[in-house]
T-cell receptor, first 114, second 112 residues
Framework: AQSVTQPDIHITVSEGASLELRCNYSYGATPYLFWYVQSPGQGLQLLLKYFSGDTLVQGIKGFEAEFKRSQSSFNLRKPSVHWSDAAEYFCAVGAMDSNYQLIWGAGTKLIIKP | GAGVSQSPSNKVTEKGKDVELRCDPISGHTALYWYRQSLGQGLEFLIYFQGNSAPDKSGLPSDRFSAERTGGSVSTLTIQRTQQEDSAVYLC??????????FGPGTRLTVT
């Protein structure tokens, strides 16, 4: 069955420290992969996406993610977090042959310690 | 350009009443999605419209929920005889074929 797993419900990181949020997927077709961020009381904003090509993708706000096909993973990273990064992060996977619909992870809430 | 807009931003209703939630997608986007997000939860897919094709209603939780999309643009999600468990944020998104979805700010529905 198609699924997306974000193993960490909450992650707490000190401001200025590095961050990695995990995302694993189970998907039969070649996936398109996305990370979205949802700040408190806001809608979802696209951080970055992977369709094909270079497996290391750069996004907005200094985030990057690496697609590892062998591990079925698409982990999100940032070298130094800022207090404004406190939000919920969602990983999603889709494919052209899925009628463009996305399968969503449950989200990881990022807490920043001052 | 304008993004996805939703109205109202907040809606408080009494149990048993009907509510209508509106979504204005990005102009030209052929696909439109409705999701429900309960407190502290991920996104629950409700319904998907793609162009003039029949909508995918597979995520609607009960027959009290329905949605329509007029003229391939504006969409309305209707919940009849609301229940307390319908309380959630309802998110609308639109896209143009590439699965990259653009989200509106959501409508927070509270059923008292």
């Amino acid at each position: 069955a198609q699924s997306v797993t974000q193993p960490d419900i909450h992650i707490t990181v000190s401001e200025g420290a590095s961050l990695e949020l995990r995302c694993n997927y189970s998907y039969g077709a070649t996936p398109y992969l996305f990370w979205y961020v949802q700040s408190p009381g806001q809608g979802l904003q696209l951080l970055l996406k992977y369709f094909s090509g270079d497996t290391l993708v750069q996004g907005i706000k200094g985030f990057e993610a690496e697609f590892k096909r062998s591990q079925s993973s698409f982990n999100l990273r940032k070298p130094s977090v800022h207090w404004s990064d406190a939000a919920e992060y969602f990983c999603a996977v889709g494919a052209m042959d899925s009628n463009y619909q996305l399968i969503w992870g449950a989200g990881t809430k990022l807490i920043i310690k001052p | 350009g304008a993004g996805v807009s939703q109205s109202p931003s907040n809606k408080v209703t009494e149990k048993g009443k009907d509510v209508e939630l509106r979504c204005d997608p990005i102009s030209g986007h052929t696909a439109l999605y409705w999701y429900r997000q309960s407190l502290g939860q991920g996104l629950e897919f409700l319904i998907y419209f793609q162009g003039n094709s029949a909508p995918d209603k597979s995520g609607l939780p009960s027959d009290r929920f329905s949605a329509e999309r007029t003229g391939g643009s504006v969409s309305t999600l209707t919940i009849q005889r609301t229940q307390q468990e319908d309380s959630a944020v309802y998110l609308c998104a639109s896209s143009l074929r590439t699965t990259e979805q653009y989200f509106g700010p959501g409508t927070r529905l509270t059923v008292t």
